[in-house]
């Protein structure tokens, strides 16, 4: 499997050296339990990859056909790039197959990351959402970039 993918809006934190994330409130159907990215800083300079582990608990009792993942990466509250893709496509960072059955999901996935002039804290946010447009999970990030 891999990974579920998360945006934030970023600022310039100082000293911040690891990647951080929340989940937005309104997100209980797919419940993260926890998320790993590095290596730190994500070198951005296109060829630059962050490896993403996340844990979760699909909760419901029906099961996922169909989806979306929506990415979006912003550096001081500029955005910079978003990704988009079907939440069942093996190629996806969720590495989902369709349908997926309510229960506990351990998603892994290398990522790459834009090329971008910019050395510091980039954030981002992650909206996942059903075959009905519902949103399953919401997951904002900050993450160190280095543009070298």
Same mark, same amino acid.
């Given at each position: 499997?891999?990974?579920?993918?998360?945006?934030?809006?970023?600022?310039? %934190?100082?000293?911040?050296?690891?990647?951080?994330? +929340?989940?937005? %409130?309104?997100?209980?159907?797919?419940?993260?339990? +926890?998320?790993?990215?590095? $290596?730190? $800083?994500?070198?951005? +300079?296109?060829?630059?990859?962050?490896?993403?582990?996340?844990? &979760?608990?699909?909760?419901?009792?029906? $099961?996922?056909? +169909?989806?979306?993942?929506?990415?979006?990466?912003?550096? &001081?509250?500029?955005?910079?790039?978003?990704?988009?893709? @079907?939440?069942?496509?093996?190629?996806?960072?969720?590495?989902?197959?369709?349908?997926?059955? $309510?229960?506990?999901?351990?998603?892994?996935? @290398?990522?790459?990351?834009?090329?971008?002039?910019?050395?510091?804290?980039? &954030?981002?946010?992650?909206?996942?959402?059903?075959?009905?447009?519902?949103?399953? %999970?919401?997951?904002?990030?900050?993450?160190?970039?280095?543009?070298?």
């Amino acid at each position: 499997m891999r990974v579920l993918l998360l945006l934030l809006v970023a600022g310039s %934190a100082v000293g911040q050296e690891e990647f951080t994330w +929340n989940t937005c %409130a309104n997100s209980t159907a797919l419940v993260v339990q +926890n998320i790993t990215a590095g $290596p730190t $800083p994500v070198v951005c +300079n296109g060829s630059g990859t962050v490896d993403l582990e996340v844990n &979760g608990t699909l909760t419901g009792t029906e $099961p996922v056909t +169909n989806g979306s993942i929506v990415l979006s990466l912003q550096y &001081g509250g500029i955005p910079i790039h978003q990704y988009k893709w @079907s939440l069942c496509n093996s190629s996806s960072p969720l590495g989902w197959t369709c349908p997926r059955q $309510p229960g506990t999901m351990v998603a892994k996935s @290398s990522l790459p990351f834009p090329k971008v002039p910019y050395t510091g804290i980039m &954030g981002g946010e992650a909206h996942v959402t059903d075959q009905n447009g519902n949103e399953l %999970a919401c997951v904002t990030f900050s993450i160190p970039v280095s543009s070298s």
